[in-house]
């Protein structure tokens, strides 16, 4: 019977293990995809945008974490766009007076420039930078979680 609960064990603690590794693996790829959208709207166009709507949005049941939730229309030849990122990375990271120092900067109605991708127009973004540093962060403790998890796993399934 000791033998099915310290292979009980081994099983729950190599599931820790990968379900940490995998969450700190998509963390890494999202940080460097945005990162990389980021270097590439430097390349793109920009052009004068009206915000539709602009308010703080609450992720989830925590009234700490805000995000800016901005909507602007903006045209490129004959035809009208529709957008909603405000910068690339995580915005859902930010505290509450932050988000509404940014929607306060961008009241319904107001000019935005907007920054599109030329080969794809519908693809936009009021700001080019990136915040990514806290997906970074996130990622990195998920990691050092991750080897810890995997450091106690391994002795579990050796005989």
């Not at 033998?3 to 790829?29: I, R, S």
């Not at 229309?73 to 995580?90: A, L, P």
Request: net charge neutral.
């Amino acid at each position: 019977m000791a033998d099915y609960l310290l292979a009980d064990e081994a099983v729950m603690a190599v599931l820790g293990a990968c379900t940490v590794t995998v969450l700190a693996g998509l963390g890494l790829w999202n940080a460097m995809a945005e990162g990389r959208r980021s270097a590439e709207s430097h390349r793109w166009r920009s052009v004068q945008g009206w915000v539709l709507t602009s308010r703080v949005a609450f992720d989830g049941t925590d009234a700490e974490m805000a995000r800016p939730a901005i909507t602007y229309e903006y045209q490129v030849d004959d035809e009208i766009f529709e957008g909603f990122i405000v910068n690339f990375g995580s915005e859902s990271f930010l505290l509450p007076r932050q988000a509404k120092a940014l929607i306060q900067r961008h009241p319904v109605g107001s000019a935005v420039r907007v920054w599109y991708d030329p080969a794809n127009p519908s693809d936009s973004v009021l700001y080019r930078s990136r915040r990514t540093v806290k997906l970074w962060v996130i990622s990195g403790l998920l990691i050092l979680w991750a080897a810890s998890l995997w450091k106690n796993a391994l002795p579990l399934l050796t005989p």
